[in-house]
């Protein structure tokens, strides 16, 4: 069975520009979770959709934003793009919702803004 | 609110030597607790996690944890180290469909 796949790989952006990122789940995996890795905030949690709906967001600003589509796939925006944006958001996948449900992550996709 | 701590953020460790990586947790409720793997310029690698079916869990690649309810603990353990260990090891609580991660370990292998 396929993994997670994310793309782009990498994105070079400039400040001010916004930035679509893609997330194709596990098959059969309906859940799909979004997260920030950078050297400074470690791994932080974006949002959880289910069934095309957020089910959980993290503290981050309005400018994130995501959303899922019917065959679980998923996206997630950023708009007017700071220095601080740069990063690796990885995607994650599981079965359904609920926190007993292992999540098994993408490649990810390294962003950064000049 | 959860948190996850792991002590060292940087381990060195001969090539047959055992491998142990700390992790404590809080939550207000019982946890499920994972340990992940990341590889240079990869994604994160699911270890194993805790499902509270027993307080000693088998992961992949010989790895194994001990959950231990009145430290507050879940540590990571390997009998003997490989080359192929080199990474960076996290530690996440879940709670409420959100995984609560550790700084991290970053583990170097000496031959």
């Known amino acids: 069975k396929a993994g997670v796949t994310q793309t782009p790989r990498y994105l070079i952006k400039t400040r001010g520009q916004q930035v679509t990122l893609s997330c194709s789940p596990i098959?059969?995996?309906?859940?799909v979770s979004w997260y920030q890795q950078t050297p400074g905030q470690g791994l932080q949690f974006l949002f959880e959709?289910?069934?095309?709906?957020?089910?959980n967001k993290g503290n981050f600003p309005g400018r994130f934003s995501g959303r899922q589509f019917s065959n679980s796939r998923s996206e997630m925006n950023v708009s007017t793009l700071e220095l601080g944006d740069s990063a690796l958001y990885l995607c994650?996948?599981?079965?359904?919702?609920?926190?007993?449900?292992?999540?098994?992550f993408g490649p990810g996709t390294r962003l950064t803004v000049t | 609110a959860q948190s996850v701590t792991q002590l060292g953020s940087h381990v060195s460790v001969s090539e047959g030597a055992l491998v142990l990586l700390r992790c404590n947790y809080s939550?207000?409720?019982?946890?499920?607790l994972f340990w992940y793997v990341q590889y240079p310029n990869q994604g994160l690698q699911l270890l194993l996690k805790?499902?509270?079916?027993?307080?000693l869990v088998k992961g992949i690649n010989g790895f194994e944890a001990e959950f231990k309810k009145s430290e507050t603990s879940f540590h990571l353990t390997k009998p003997s180290a490989h080359m192929s260990d080199a990474a960076e090891y996290f530690c996440a609580v879940s709670v409420r469909r959100e995984l609560t991660f550790g700084g991290g370990t970053r583990v170097l292998v000496k031959p």
């Open positions: 098959s059969g995996h309906r859940s």
């Open positions: 959709y289910f069934s095309e709906t957020q089910r």
């Open positions: 994650a996948s599981s079965l359904t919702t609920g926190d007993h449900y292992e999540q098994y």
């Open positions: 939550s207000s409720v019982p946890p499920y």
């Open positions: 805790y499902t509270s079916a027993a307080t």
